[in-house]
């Protein structure tokens, strides 16, 4: 879901645009941070400020249209879109030089010359998801783009990115929104207060969970891990856990978030017994009780660190979870 109302970051965006005023922003700039907390859309909003008949992305006018939807606009007058695709969740190299994304390639389209008053901006999401090929093709570009062009690399795992994109690219750290800032936006889509806590709790200071679907998975899984640990069997209680086939999300992804879960509730297990205030505090009762039995947390704690580190290149999600599964029985 695309939250069209964009808070926090306000450092950050007063730079951008200060920069992009005096003609002082680089042509090659990579937004890193924790995912879910907006940096595509503070990326959207540089485009949509030119094409807004207001030119302050006020998000009401007929120019700001594209970008208000649920989907988000591939290509406009002055903006590209990559984006993953396909089952393995990919930038590949079709899509940066042959014609299926715009004709001619995304390399072509750099060197047009930008509509009036515009920048041409160039969205590459999950920049870590580009493979080999596709990297070795924009590298020429991203060192030199022509004028008037922007490539904006979004990524919320920079160290799976070849060194030699990340070097081409200013850096621009974004940090996790502030609870209230992210439950402003979540009020705006629709949220209510009886989702409050719990929705607060699992987001982090990111907007990951904007989407009740993807809340109401995250609740399920983290039942999962806490029944799990609770003593229940991996075939009576993890279900939840494993990634889905038909899912839009690559399976490493869908196994990532699944395993930062479990990571958030074996640190609050730790913050309880250091007497330290819990992230999950909804879910208080059940922690307390699982503290007490004792649970094999370093060991699951490594399996699912070892498993963050080579997800892309490990897939196995079944076996996985049920070795983690197995650590975190208690007794
Ligand atoms: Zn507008």
């Known amino acids: 879901m695309f939250d069209p109302s964009l808070k926090g970051h306000t450092a950050i965006r007063k730079r951008l645009l200060e920069r992009l005023q005096g003609n002082k922003l680089s042509g090659s700039l990579l937004f890193t941070g924790p995912d879910g907390i907006g940096k595509r859309r503070v990326a959207l909003e540089l485009a949509q400020r030119e094409l807004c008949f207001r030119r302050n992305a006020c998000g009401v006018c007929e120019g700001c249209r594209p970008f208000k939807g649920d989907t988000l606009p591939t290509e406009l007058p002055n903006l590209l879109r990559i984006a993953p695709e396909g089952k393995a969740g990919l930038i590949k190299i079709g899509m940066i030089r042959e014609d299926d994304l715009v004709e001619g390639g995304v390399i072509r389209w750099v060197h047009q010359a930008p509509p009036p008053a515009c920048h041409r901006w ?3 999401e999950d920049a870590h998801r580009l493979n ?6 924009l590298l020429k570009t991203l060192e ?17 990115m070849l060194a030699t994109i990340r070097s081409r690219c200013e850096r621009i750290p974004f940090t996790a929104l502030r609870d209230e800032e992210a439950w402003e936006v979540a009020q705006v ?5 009886s989702d409050l806590d719990r929705w607060i709790a699992l987001s982090s200071g990111t907007l990951r969970y904007l989407d009740p679907a993807l809340f109401s998975k995250a609740v399920d899984q983290l039942d999962a891990w806490l029944r799990l640990a609770e003593g229940e069997s991996f ?4 279900d939840p856990l494993l990634p889905e086939k038909s899912a839009t999300v690559a399976q490493s992804e869908q196994m990532a978030q699944c395993l930062e879960l479990l990571l958030l509730l074996l640190s609050d297990v730790s913050r309880l017994r250091e007497g330290r205030p819990l992230r999950l505090e909804p879910w208080r009762t059940r922690i307390e009780s699982i503290a007490q039995s004792p649970l094999h947390l370093g060991k699951a704690q490594e399996l699912a660190f070892g498993a963050l580190r080579h997800l892309t290149r490990n897939p196995f999600a079944e076996s996985l979870l ?4 197995l650590a975190l029985a208690p007794g």
């Open 322 to 325: 049920l070795e983690i599964g």
């Open 189 to 193: 889509m629709g949220w209510g207060d």
């Open 144 to 160: 030199e783009p022509p004028p008037g062009a922007h490539f904006l690399l979004i990524t919320h795992r920079p160290e799976a």
């Open 235 to 238: 075939g009576d209680a993890g």
């Open 122 to 124: 160039i969205l590459v």
């Open 132 to 137: 080999g090929a596709s990297a070795n093709m």
